[in-house]
């Protein structure tokens, strides 16, 4: 392999772009202990999406290329697809795994959810992104990390356009009530609220389950991954709650030893890469969500409509609630808490 101009890869991976900006480098990306080169010959790096389809298998299998070709293959990085993947990896048999930090939240910490995107008025997700890019988001985000034996580095995006998808029609909030739910994060709390019994099911398992009727209804994912998963074609009443109207973010994962031995080199790469394959992410589904859903009401009959009256009324309620518990429910909650209201601007027009 030739020799990588590195002073180019800095500059076309956007590195000296960050640098330029003036962000803030937390401690732990800046080095701290680790070596200038990486200790490592070989990582693994685990998911639970389904391999070959459109949306996150090929996109971090996009993102572990690129990582392993700026990295001029060391560490060699194998990518794997399995069910168990973050399971493995809590049993240390796996040293990197991606997942929505939804998910870090109901396994590790609360206070991960708020890294994932919250539900709001607005695209929320966008000053979610701000915030993890500019902001304080990602030494806040490191920190919790830490505490865990982990380092986290948002590294893509569950599409635009998250609807309720359903088997039957929403016509009232009450419909909700004792209906099986696949969501999770604090949108579950908030379908909890309303009387839905809420599961998670992993994402290529939601048209199976919604066909077989182990669930009744999913949250999510996004547009064009619901369409690639074939979730339209078993719930075809797509239902805008407005929250969270701008997707979630999904994370890469790695234990603290296997970023420290990644060298300070390695850990400024691999931030760029994740920073750009998220920034990429978003920006993408944003460009194609309209089209996408005329095409599927065209070609699959799918119903778009917004949630009920009653609906639409209690929701602001019930997210308002969600959130002040979120909270309420440490100090590290409600630092965090803090630091993203003052950073979005839809959730500082509700106070």
């Known amino acids: 392999m030739a020799a990588m101009d590195r002073r180019g890869f800095l500059k076309s991976t956007g590195i000296a772009a960050v640098a330029g900006a003036g962000v803030a480098v937390p401690s732990v990306v800046a080095g701290g202990n680790a070596p200038a080169g990486p200790r490592r010959d070989a990582l693994t790096v685990a998911a639970p999406w389904e391999d070959g389809t459109e949306g996150r298998g090929e996109a971090l299998r996009?993102?572990?290329?690129?990582?392993?070709?700026?990295?001029?293959?060391?560490?060699?990085?194998?990518?794997?697809?399995?069910?168990?993947?973050?399971?493995?990896?809590?049993?240390?048999?796996?040293?990197?795994?991606?997942?929505?930090?939804?998910t870090l939240a109901a396994e590790y910490d609360p206070a991960f959810a708020y890294f994932a995107g919250l539900p709001s008025p607005t695209a929320s997700?966008?000053?979610?992104?701000?915030?993890?890019?500019?902001?304080?988001?990602?030494?806040?985000?490191?920190?919790?990390?830490?505490?865990?034996?982990?380092?986290v580095l948002p590294s893509g995006h569950r599409g635009e356009d998250v609807r309720l998808w359903s088997r039957t029609p929403i016509t009232a909030a009450t419909d909700l009530a004792g209906k099986k739910i696949s969501a999770d994060g604090m949108m579950a709390d908030i379908l909890a609220a309303l009387g839905a019994e809420v599961a998670i099911v992993p994402e290529d398992r939601l048209a199976a389950a919604?066909?077989?009727?182990?669930?009744?209804?999913?949250?999510?994912?996004?547009?064009?991954?619901?369409?690639?998963?074939?979730?339209?074609?078993?719930?075809?009443?797509?239902?805008?709650?407005?929250?969270?109207?701008?997707?979630?973010?999904?994370?890469?994962?790695?234990?603290?030893?296997?970023?420290?031995?990644?060298?300070?080199?390695?850990?400024?790469?691999?931030?760029?890469?994740?920073?750009?394959?998220?920034?990429?992410a978003m920006t993408g589904t944003a460009m194609t969500t309209a089209l996408a859903r005329r095409a599927l009401a065209a070609r699959t009959?799918?119903?778009?409509?917004?949630?009920?009256?009653?609906?639409r009324k209690s929701l602001p309620v019930l997210r308002?609630?969600?959130?002040?518990?979120?909270?309420?429910?440490?100090?590290?909650?409600?630092?965090?808490?803090?630091?993203?209201?003052a950073a979005d601007p839809s959730r500082a027009a509700m106070a």
């Open 62 to 102: 996009a993102l572990t290329r690129r990582w392993a070709s700026a990295c001029e293959g060391r560490p060699a990085i194998d990518l794997i697809f399995r069910d168990d993947a973050l399971a493995a990896f809590r049993a240390g048999a796996l040293d990197v795994v991606e997942v929505s930090p939804a």
């Open 125 to 151: 997700d966008d000053a979610v992104l701000r915030w993890l890019v500019a902001g304080s988001g990602q030494s806040l985000l490191d920190e919790t990390a830490e505490r865990h034996g982990l380092k």
């Open 210 to 280: 919604l066909a077989t009727g182990d669930i009744d209804a999913a949250v999510g994912p996004g547009l064009l991954a619901a369409a690639a998963l074939g979730v339209p074609r078993q719930a075809p009443h797509a239902v805008d709650l407005g929250l969270p109207r701008g997707g979630g973010i999904v994370a890469l994962v790695l234990r603290l030893p296997a970023w420290l031995d990644l060298g300070r080199g390695g850990q400024a790469c691999l931030s760029a890469l994740t920073r750009e394959a998220l920034t990429g």
């Open 301 to 311: 009959g799918v119903a778009f409509a917004d949630a009920p009256a009653d609906l």
């Open 320 to 341: 308002d609630a969600a959130l002040a518990a979120r909270a309420a429910s440490s100090p590290d909650c409600a630092r965090i808490d803090t630091a993203l209201f």
